[in-house]
């Protein structure tokens, strides 16, 4: 009885495999993480069918390059990094919808553009008032300079030259106003309820650790394609996918082990995690050696709940979309964001999520 222990814990042991040095999984798993660069911009429809665009808007909620000219947004579109991972041979890459697909708070976009009407308006009716003012100037000037002579008849100090200067801009200014009126309706007719759309334009390449990238035409060498975003709620995850739709060889490829994401193997309390991504973008990235990504490590810290897994990962902006592994080196969740105030505790689209987004 006492051999079959042995043959017992073999058994085990190839079951389960065997916990990986860190490095060796980092050398093992980093040129299957990409860095994604999106370039986008937002068009707005009006309800009169123009349009407008914006690369974005800022912390305040204002616009960003708000413009009428695409010419223009597209020399200024905005630019986001963020992390990715092959998932199998045809060049598929898993990350994060906020990564491909920022949203924008369409409530936020009515409200400045009412009050971008609103202020234009009132613009024009400054400049209206104005005119106002400037003919009633005239017609006091004019009567100023009306008197009777003595036989009783309407005489005028001005001159021919005088009169007819005033009678032109009197005309003047009466079809200023009328065209300011037009423009002021026009404008008006503008204002937002829920009768306007707003669609997303992107364009995306990657790069690899060891890449050279110096400019928007280095990830370009390696366009992609947005393939789908996820419709649930919690699960923030997207699939990109090279336009080669080929995995390049060499490149490591991550499992999706549908058993491991079951519910009774769920990650535990103070459980090794690790995350490979490239942390705060090219700014961090870029080195003398080309870009390289990052390696980072914790602990989970919450019992997970079948939404997020919360670890002590650190993170920055430009880690969204990478992979976190257990220390056998299995794909565990797709880190998507941190916790206000701190670097140090961050959340992951389980496992479980993953698998249900990619049936």
């Known amino acids: 009885m006492k051999q079959l222990y042995p043959l017992i814990a073999l058994f085990i042991f190839v079951l389960t495999g065997c916990k990986k040095n860190p490095q060796d999984i980092f050398n093992e798993q980093k040129s299957g993480v990409v860095l994604i660069c999106n370039q986008y911009y937002y068009d707005l429809t009006l309800a009169s069918g123009e349009h407008l665009y914006f690369s974005g808007l800022d912390e305040k909620g204002q616009f960003v390059n708000l413009t009428s000219n695409l010419a223009n947004i597209r020399r200024q579109p905005g630019v986001l990094n963020g992390t990715g991972f092959f998932i ?32 234009y308006t009132k613009y024009i009716q400054a400049l209206q008032d104005s005119m106002s003012q400037r003919y009633a100037a005239l017609q006091q000037y004019a009567q100023q300079n009306i008197y009777q002579d003595y036989y009783g008849n309407t005489r005028t100090n001005l001159s021919n030259e005088e009169i007819f200067a005033l009678q032109q801009e009197v005309e003047t200014l009466k079809a200023q106003y009328e065209q300011a009126e037009n423009l002021k309706n026009s404008v008006w007719n503008n204002i937002l309820s829920d009768n306007f759309s707003i669609r997303l334009h992107s364009q995306f390449g990657i790069a690899y650790d060891g890449d050279n990238v110096n400019s928007w035409d ?6 992609c394609s947005l393939l789908r975003v996820s419709e649930d709620a919690h699960s923030d995850l997207a699939l990109l996918q ?48 080309g870009i390289r990504a990052q390696f980072t490590s914790g602990t989970v810290t919450q019992q ?39 670097d140090n ?3 992951g689209v389980p496992l479980m999520r993953v698998v249900a987004f990619l049936r």
């Open 88 to 119: 199998d041979n045809s060049g598929n890459i898993l990350t994060n919808r906020h990564v491909v697909a920022p949203a924008v708070d369409k409530v936020t976009v009515k409200n400045n553009i009412n009050n971008i009407i609103q202020n």
């Open 218 to 223: 280095d990830f370009m060498k390696r366009p």
């Open 242 to 289: 090279l336009n080669s739709k080929q995995t390049p060889d060499g490149h490591y490829v991550f499992t999706i082990d549908n058993d491991l994401a079951t519910d009774d193997k769920q990650l535990e309390i103070n459980q090794s995690v690790f995350m490979i991504g490239y942390n705060y973008g090219m700014a961090l990235a870029k080195t003398d050696n």
């Open 304 to 342: 997970p709940d079948g939404k997020r897994v919360t670890y002590s990962i650190p993170s920055m902006p430009g880690s969204s979309g990478s992979p976190v592994v257990d220390d056998y080196g299995r794909l565990v969740a797709v880190n998507f964001a941190k916790s206000n105030g701190s």
């Open 345 to 347: 505790f961050n959340f």
